[in-house]
């Protein structure tokens, strides 16, 4: 049995190290000092986000970009709160603002495929009502666009608290960054979040919108990204910390669980070579954590000290990835919550596949 496991441990450092040396790449951006868009719309498709919204339109109306160089469309999808009410009580005042509602059927997907019909801008800039974009975060993204990039994606850092559950759902954001930098730096993007994504509008018309996506609730961020990607069109992935949007963690678990099923539900359209990239890695992660019982009850000291080079590995990808964005993490708790989130990826998964999920 320890053969066994020592062989699976051996496997799971490969993969651990490999990561890490490919976030040592560092694929360096080249931008320019001005933007040559003329004009971007930053559509913002939102449901019962009253308690959010405002400040997010308070970061969106403080951005360092000329007001005439950007548009911002908020999209009414079906609210059953005074969500828009909140909205017009915000824009009131500005004329690059504007409130419409979602004329199509009700779905996320939808409510952005409407407001980039309304759109006027040459670039699609896409975020969340529950998200607090750096002031100078729509300047970084078009000083990103040349004649040879035709989308610009970002990170998106949970906002930090001192409760142990938002650590938890910091950890899982960073990890994800983390895939989402090492596959990026060898050429291989398969990730990218609706938080902080855009692209060419002539990018979403001439892949038809979100129709080759439709059959997933989710997937206007990452299956999108991906079919673009596979139609050949180019991408950027922004480096500094003036273009990182900040989000909140849910408040509690159960919200938590109900959001990441959704996201996971969109892997199953994934290509089948990113799933099985994902698929090695996320198992390799079950089982190093599931090892970890074995490897102590028999106090095996080759599987313990690998693990523990492994969590070491952890702790320098995440610090390389936390310098990166500019936040900060108590890297002590990564074997914790390393495990946690291995145990609740497993029963998200199983839920994904099994359960209705829902916007």
């Known amino acids: 049995m320890l053969t066994v496991l020592s062989i699976f441990i051996v496997y799971i450092t490969i993969i651990n190290a490999s990561i890490f040396l490919c976030i040592l790449l560092n694929r360096k951006n080249i931008i320019s000092s001005k933007s040559a868009v003329k004009l971007a719309s930053v559509v913002i498709a939102f449901k019962n986000e009253s308690e959010n919204l405002p400040r997010l339109l308070s970061a969106l109306m403080n951005q360092t970009i000329e007001s005439k160089k950007f548009e911002v469309i908020l999209v009414d999808d079906y609210s059953s709160d ?29 409510a952005i495929q409407e407001g980039i019909n309304n759109s006027n801008g040459e670039i699609i800039i896409l975020t969340d009502a529950d998200c607090i974009p750096h002031p100078d975060w729509i300047n970084q993204i078009l000083i990103h666009y040349d004649d040879e990039t035709d989308l610009v994606y970002g990170y998106s850092p949970i906002i930090s608290e001192k409760s142990l559950f938002n650590k938890f759902c910091q950890y899982e954001n960073l990890f994800t960054s983390t895939l989402m930098t090492a596959f990026h730096n060898v050429e291989f993007p398969y990730l990218a979040t609706g938080r902080n994504l855009s692209y060419r509008k002539s990018v979403f018309e001439r892949l038809n919108g979100f129709q080759e996506i439709k059959k997933s609730l989710s997937g206007d961020d990452d299956l999108f990204f991906q079919l673009a990607v596979r139609k050949g069109f180019k991408t950027k992935l922004m480096n500094t910390k003036e273009s990182v949007v900040f989000t909140r963690c849910k408040q509690n678990f159960s919200q938590y669980f109900k959001q990441k099923t959704r996201h996971i539900s969109a892997s199953k359209f994934y290509f089948n070579d990113i799933k099985l990239s994902l698929g090695f890695i996320y198992t390799s992660n079950i089982f190093l954590n599931l090892i970890l019982f074995p490897a ?16 070491m590995i952890k702790f320098f990808t995440l610090i390389r990835i936390t310098q990166r964005i500019g936040v900060r993490y108590p890297l002590y708790l990564i074997p914790l919550f390393d495990f946690l989130y291995s145990i609740t990826l497993i029963f998200i998964g199983i839920r994904s596949r099994i359960g209705s999920v829902s916007w």
């Open 296 to 311: 102590f009850l028999f106090m095996d000291k080759f599987l313990l000290s690998l693990i523990l080079f492994n969590w």
């Open 82 to 110: 005074n969500s828009s009410e909140v909205v017009r009580e915000n824009i009131s005042n500005s004329t690059n603002f504007r409130l419409i509602k979602n004329t199509l059927q009700s779905g996320k997907k939808n």
